[in-house]
Structure formats: structure tokens, C-alpha cells
């Protein structure tokens, strides 16, 4: 008898996470996909806001997700299967806001300031005094911005060049302003706490196996 496919988590993140005609790909998708099946395992992938897949995956046995930054925090709340990426992250604006100016972070204050909740960089700001505009997803955090209902968001300038093809915006309408160095962090594919150890084995094994012969396409 097949076992059951598991639970796989993550969120919109072109081109390495995309919907298309309701099925979960993109490069990193792939790249996923192919370290379960290395491993003998099924995975059932599915799209959430961060906030709802890392519910869930904080909450479910056998439940996976990514890519996930591992932080002190999240240490003992996950177990971690491997690396699969690097994010370099800081505060992206509109090119067209010629007024906002940040030559050190505690100037970014002075600013509105979209932040997804559960995130690691939502997490560390929030240590650092930083109140902001909570959304569920980096999608909404784009939305909010592109809307000039908030100054800035927080994300890697690889990945805002994606959400600029995603959205279809002309090339220099968004601008990478400030890079954070406590938002450079190496992202994982993770699992529930509880999940069974055989299956992380499995994992961890496969994981390394698929790196000899295949590089990430999260990496930099």
C-alpha cells in the first residue's frame, strides 16, 4: 500500500514558488519536489499566506514548509531538514519616492513600514523598535506599496526584481534602498517538531544526495 502523500507548505514567491492552474511550481518547487522523491516520499504541496503555512506547519505532524529562515527562535519549534537558500534582505521602496532617505536604519522609523506576520525580518525589527503595518503575506506587503498606502517592505533585491515581473511594472519602478545586516539569514526546508524521525532522516539524506548533482536555485 502507496503511504500517504505529506503536507508541504510555502508561499507565493516567484519564480521559485508559483500557482499555476492550482498546482504548486517554479524552479525551487522543483528542486523540492525532487529531494522528496530521492527520498521515496510524495509530497502534497500547497500554497498559503506565510502566516497560515507556518501555522500549520508549527502545528501539524509530518508537516513540512518552505523556505524557512532559521533563526534562535525557531530552533527548537522545527526540526531542519537542510539549506536550500540565502536571503539578503533590507527595505525596498517606489523609485519615485525621491523623498525617502535611509543612510542608517533607525531613519527607516520615520517611515510606514509593511511587515508580514511570523516572519523572521518582521521578528528581528520588532526586537529593534520598529512598529509596522502587519500583513499576512509579502504579496499584500507589494500590494500595500504599490498602492503608496505604506513607504516601504522588507525583502531581497533578487526577489523584488521577480514581484517586479510578477506585478509587470517597468523595469526601475521599485528600488532596493537599504540593505539590513541582521536580516542576512540562510533559509531551510523544515518540518513539524513532531514530525516522525524517520521521515527527517529520509530527508536529510535525500537533501544531501540531491546536492551533489543539483544546485538550489534559491542560492545566490
Given at each position: 500500500?502507496?503511504?500517504?502523500?505529506?503536507?508541504?507548505?510555502?508561499?507565493?514567491?516567484?519564480?521559485?514558488?508559483?500557482?499555476?492552474?492550482?498546482?504548486?511550481?517554479?524552479?525551487?518547487?522543483?528542486?523540492?519536489?525532487?529531494?522528496?522523491?530521492?527520498?521515496?516520499?510524495?509530497?502534497?504541496?500547497?500554497?498559503?499566506?506565510?502566516?497560515?503555512?507556518?501555522?500549520?506547519?508549527?502545528?501539524?505532524?509530518?508537516?513540512?514548509?518552505?523556505?524557512?529562515?532559521?533563526?534562535?527562535?525557531?530552533?527548537?519549534?522545527?526540526?531542519?531538514?537542510?539549506?536550500?537558500?540565502?536571503?539578503?534582505?533590507?527595505?525596498?521602496?517606489?523609485?519615485?519616492?525621491?523623498?525617502?532617505?535611509?543612510?542608517?536604519?533607525?531613519?527607516?522609523?520615520?517611515?510606514?513600514?509593511?511587515?508580514?506576520?511570523?516572519?523572521?525580518?518582521?521578528?528581528?525589527?520588532?526586537?529593534?523598535?520598529?512598529?509596522?503595518?502587519?500583513?499576512?503575506?509579502?504579496?499584500?506587503?507589494?500590494?500595500?506599496?504599490?498602492?503608496?498606502?505604506?513607504?516601504?517592505?522588507?525583502?531581497?533585491?533578487?526577489?523584488?526584481?521577480?514581484?517586479?515581473?510578477?506585478?509587470?511594472?517597468?523595469?526601475?519602478?521599485?528600488?532596493?534602498?537599504?540593505?539590513?545586516?541582521?536580516?542576512?539569514?540562510?533559509?531551510?526546508?523544515?518540518?513539524?517538531?513532531?514530525?516522525?524521525?524517520?521521515?527527517?532522516?529520509?530527508?536529510?539524506?535525500?537533501?544531501?544526495?540531491?546536492?551533489?548533482?543539483k544546485k538550489s536555485p534559491y542560492g545566490k
Amino acid at each position: 500500500m502507496a503511504e500517504e502523500p505529506l503536507l508541504v507548505v510555502t508561499e507565493l514567491a516567484p519564480p521559485n514558488q508559483v500557482l499555476i492552474d492550482g498546482e504548486v511550481q517554479g524552479k525551487g518547487t522543483q528542486y523540492i519536489r525532487d529531494i522528496f522523491k530521492q527520498a521515496g516520499l510524495t509530497p502534497d504541496i500547497q500554497m498559503y499566506p506565510w502566516a497560515r503555512a507556518y501555522k500549520m506547519a508549527s502545528e501539524e505532524k509530518n508537516t513540512f514548509i518552505y523556505s524557512i529562515a532559521r533563526t534562535p527562535e525557531r530552533e527548537e519549534q522545527f526540526q531542519w531538514v537542510g539549506e536550500i537558500g540565502r536571503f539578503e534582505m533590507g527595505f525596498v521602496g517606489l523609485s519615485s519616492r525621491t523623498d525617502i532617505v535611509i543612510n542608517n536604519i533607525d531613519q527607516a522609523k520615520n517611515y510606514k513600514i509593511a511587515m508580514q506576520h511570523n516572519d523572521f525580518s518582521t521578528q528581528t525589527l520588532t526586537k529593534m523598535g520598529f512598529e509596522g503595518v502587519i500583513t499576512s503575506d509579502i504579496q499584500h506587503s507589494y500590494k500595500l506599496l504599490l498602492a503608496k498606502k505604506v513607504d516601504l517592505i522588507l525583502d531581497d533585491p533578487h526577489y523584488m526584481l521577480q514581484y517586479s515581473d510578477y506585478f509587470k511594472l517597468k523595469p526601475g519602478h521599485l528600488k532596493f534602498i537599504f540593505k539590513i545586516d541582521a536580516l542576512t539569514t540562510v533559509a531551510y526546508l523544515a518540518a513539524n517538531k513532531d514530525t516522525d524521525t524517520v521521515l527527517i532522516e529520509k530527508m536529510q539524506k535525500a537533501h544531501k544526495e540531491i546536492n551533489k548533482t543539483k544546485k538550489s536555485p534559491y542560492g545566490k
